[in-house]
């Protein structure tokens, strides 16, 4: 006999109270609470650099806003991940519920920084849910190889733009002529 096992809604989980003193992050993924660990300091420094140019970028082209984690990205009912680094586009700001506090919607690009316990989960979990959610372009950033695949969004698949180590540079679709420097954004 088959147990159903109940998938836990955004607003059940919204609802959930966390102790202060509980040092992770919590992400509602397939109606799943998926537990990760606090960002490193590595992580954040790179965190932080991609905001950064993207912020940069932005102020120079002002096409849309640039977010980090922890927000909560409601892709659908039972699924709300908190991307590292995300852009939504001024045609598609009717996703930011000002109200809410949240992303109701997909966002244009996410960035995913591997952490030693989220490769698994980034590359391929995350990666199949953001491909499912139709975002344009998806960036997974690994700080130990130094690298930037780039994929994005086509024919209801994601096919890899591009590849940069630390002698390249990771170019954008969704930002047009944005490129950052991948040895700069990841210093050894």
Known sequence: MDVAVKKLSYAEFRAMEFDDN???QYELIEGEIVRKSSPTIRHQRISGNIYFQIRSYLQQNPIGEVFSAPLDVVLEEHTAPQPDVFFVSKGREFILN????????T????VEIISPGSAKRDRYEK???????GVREFWLADPNN??????AF???TYRLQGF??????????VLPGFEVDV??????
Do not use: C, H, Q, W
């Open 22 to 24: 509980d040092p992770y």
């Open 98 to 105: 000002e109200a809410e506090g949240v992303v109701i919607g």
């Open 107 to 110: 966002p244009d690009l996410i």
């Open 127 to 133: 990666k199949e849910l953001y491909e499912r959610f």
């Open 146 to 151: 130094r690298t930037i695949e780039v994929f």
């Open 154 to 156: 086509s024919e209801n």
């Open 164 to 173: 940069a180590d630390a002698e390249n540079k990771a170019l954008s679709t």
């Open 183 to 188: 040895a700069k954004l990841m210093p050894e």
